[in-house]
């Protein structure tokens, strides 16, 4: 037999973590090599693997993690790991989460609220390098890329101006950003001008109004 799927379990609910091994070890050629609960976490977990030289083939990762957010981590496992496979598995159904995750390298993008079978197919199908997203959004995203309300929003901003600007929406300050994100206050603030500009937003507030319509509050 072929070497099973190693996968990291990345999502800051045990709970939900748990559901995820038991539904992907069921699976004779699928083994959870290692969980994390946050970013942080996962990427201390693959600095040692990569020491052993047992890296995981295949990541699985929520995106509303507590430090960085799912976008930004995608973007740095694949400066660590180029070869990676992600695959996102959030709640997040609105199609400029799903853009901005397949932008910053994921290969799949699975919903919760979906079957299990849909999991493990996207599973099989990311570890094959072949691209995935869940049937029950597949069609609103679809009509995401085509509509041209959604399209500044989700085409004109890179992976981390999207993370700079949902934590700004969430009322997080320049400082408590650049914390999060590894960069200086004065970087937030700069990219905080550059997204504006790049939406035409003049102000905070048609700042918010512009990530209101594309589903980002």
Aim: proline residues 7%; charged residues 25%; hydrophobic residues 45%.
């Amino acid at each position: 037999m072929p070497d099973p799927i190693r996968v990291l379990l990345i999502d800051d609910h045990v709970v939900v973590r748990v559901g995820y091994r038991r539904l992907l070890e069921a699976q004779p050629d699928i083994r959870v090599a290692g969980e994390a609960a946050t970013a942080r976490e996962a990427l201390d977990w693959l600095r040692q693997q990569e020491a052993a030289a047992t890296e995981p083939e295949l990541v699985i990762l929520d995106l509303g993690l507590p430090d960085l957010g799912g976008v930004e981590l995608i973007r740095r496992l694949l400066q660590r790991q180029p070869r990676l496979r992600i695959l996102v598995f959030t709640m997040h159904r609105e199609p400029i989460f799903a853009t901005q995750a397949l932008r910053a390298g994921a290969l799949g993008y699975v919903t919760k609220s979906s079957p299990p079978e849909v999991l493990i197919d996207a599973v099989y199908r990311v570890a094959a390098r072949r691209q995935t997203i869940s049937p029950d959004i597949a069609p609103d995203l679809a009509l995401a890329l085509i509509s041209p309300p959604e399209k500044p929003l989700a085409e004109s901003l890179s992976p981390r101006e999207f993370e700079i600007l949902r934590l700004l929406l969430e009322g997080s300050s320049p400082e408590e950003i650049g914390t999060r994100l590894s960069i200086s206050a004065k970087t937030v603030q700069n990219c905080h001008y550059q997204i504006k500009t790049k939406l035409g937003a003049r102000s905070d507030i048609e700042l918010t109004r512009i990530a209101l319509r594309a589903g980002l509050i």
